[in-house]
């Protein structure tokens, strides 16, 4: 373990994007904090044309190199498609977008800094925020060598408005501007907004910010239904064709935000204690969740399902914390996707002005059966039987209603 009176490492690797924190901090590494080296490290978690440039702004602005990655694949099937499995909605709104990219920046950024030989890594998470737990805790597990640089608790800066003029000092762009007040962080599965206009928790969002979907009011006045496959609780097709994961949710992003599915604005509670103010736009996920828990409706045992549901909250906090490489999470992880052997079938939805609903689902491994559930005559089920097992069930009400 790293002692925190280590000296300070010159050698650092930079989880970078471009945006206004951490296009300061690569400068501020190298001309305040002391650092000889410092090399950009880029995932590719689906930011689309926010990665344009980008190589070549770390370059201008100081880094000796810039790794860009393409893991957009292995965010969806190793870290989103998990986390469907386990129906993990933090608070019972967040579906995790920005919780379930961090681990897999921070799994990369370290292998970066080992191939190349860094002592440390460093990040632009606040030390207000849930990413700054997200990076380390992550990093401590996979590479407890390496020390983490966090400037936002190192430097004497306090606010945007002291970054920005310290990006004018040094020439460099940056996206937030007096048009663009707020913070946007994007991957494959959402878009998040903070800060800025939306610190005020009753100032409604801007029409304009989102980027995923359409209002509700704009979307198509005519229904659209889909249809996705899944094979053992994963999605596998969408409307019959077969699509890698990150293909079937970017897909799925399209047609969803198209009809305004998937806005949220939420205030959650973070990590550290205080409470934000969030936005977000989640319109493939949204679809995915509500497929998901539809076919586990049809395909799992009574008991099965609801002991999963007694740990879906703690799942999705120990996720939303920082703990996706605890062993907690992993064991876990076991036991939900042992449940998920037959959840395999196929779920019909339709989307409309900003809302999603089911209109059928079907399964080889249904546990439904029609000659049982039927309000007609049937030639299966006794219905006398029933007042006995009331009995048993009420023998202890009226033991204690004392009869």
């Known amino acids: 373990m790293i002692s925190p009176t280590a000296p300070k490492a010159k050698k650092i690797v930079l989880a970078y994007s471009g945006g206004l924190d951490t296009s300061i901090i690569l400068k501020w590494l190298l001309t305040e904090y002391g650092a000889s080296e410092v090399?950009?490290?880029?995932a590719d978690v689906g930011q689309a044309e926010e990665l344009d440039g980008l190589?070549?702004?770390?370059?201008?602005?100081?880094?000796?190199?810039?790794?860009?990655?393409?893991?957009k694949e292995e965010f969806v099937r190793d870290y989103v498609y998990p986390a469907?499995?386990?129906?993990?909605?933090?608070?019972?709104?967040?579906?995790?977008?920005?919780a379930l990219a961090r681990p897999v920046i921070a799994k990369h950024l370290v292998e970066v800094a080992r191939a190349e030989g860094a002592t440390a890594i460093a990040h632009g998470a606040t030390g207000k925020?849930?990413?700054?737990?997200?990076?380390?805790?992550?990093?401590?597990?996979?590479?407890?060598e390496l020390q983490t640089v966090a400037p936002w608790r190192e430097w004497s800066m306090s606010s945007r408005g002291e970054l920005i003029q310290f990006a004018k000092d040094h020439g460099i762009p940056v996206p937030v501007t007096a048009a663009k007040p707020y913070s946007m962080d994007r991957n494959l599965l959402h878009i998040s907004f903070?800060?800025?206009?939306?610190?005020?928790?009753?100032?409604?969002?801007?029409?304009?910010?989102?980027?995923?979907?359409?209002?509700?009011?704009?979307?198509?006045?005519?229904?659209?239904?889909?249809?996705?496959?899944?094979?053992?609780?994963?999605?596998?097709a969408l409307n019959g064709e077969t699509l890698s994961p990150a293909a079937l949710l970017t897909k799925l992003n399209q047609l969803a935000g198209a009809n305004g599915v998937g806005r949220i604005d939420i205030v959650e509670s973070r990590f550290v204690g205080m409470k934000s103010r969030g936005v977000y736009e989640t319109p493939g996920g949204t679809v995915l969740h509500l497929a998901h828990q539809s076919l586990e409706s049809l395909t799992l045992d009574r008991e099965v399902l609801s002991l999963k549901e007694s740990f879906r909250g703690r799942y999705a906090t120990m996720v939303y914390n920082g703990f996706w490489v605890a062993p907690e999470r992993l064991a876990l992880q076991t036991l939900i996707d042992d449940t998920q052997k037959k959840v395999?079938?196929?779920?019909?939805?339709?989307?409309?002005?900003?809302?999603?609903?089911?209109?059928?689902?079907?399964?080889?491994?249904?546990?439904?059966?029609?000659?049982?559930?039927?309000?007609?005559?049937?030639?299966?089920?006794?219905?006398?039987?029933?007042g006995g097992f009331i009995r048993c069930q009420g023998l202890r009400l009226r033991v204690g209603a004392g009869v």
């Open 39 to 42: 090399i950009a490290f880029c």
């Open 55 to 71: 190589e070549a702004k770390a370059i201008k602005t100081g880094a000796s190199k810039c790794y860009i990655r393409d893991l």
């Open 84 to 98: 469907i499995r386990a129906n993990a909605v933090y608070e019972g709104q967040y579906l995790l977008g920005t």
């Open 129 to 144: 925020g849930n990413d700054q737990v997200r990076f380390e805790l992550t990093a401590m597990a996979l590479a407890p």
């Open 194 to 236: 903070e800060g800025g206009i939306l610190e005020d928790p009753w100032a409604a969002p801007l029409e304009d910010m989102f980027v995923l979907s359409v209002s509700p009011e704009k979307a198509p006045d005519a229904p659209l239904e889909i249809e996705i496959d899944f094979v053992q609780g994963n999605a596998t």
């Open 344 to 386: 395999t079938g196929t779920v019909r939805l339709k989307l409309y002005k900003g809302g999603v609903w089911v209109t059928g689902r079907k399964s080889p491994y249904s546990l439904y059966s029609e000659a049982y559930a039927t309000f007609e005559k049937d030639e299966v089920y006794n219905q006398a039987d029933a």
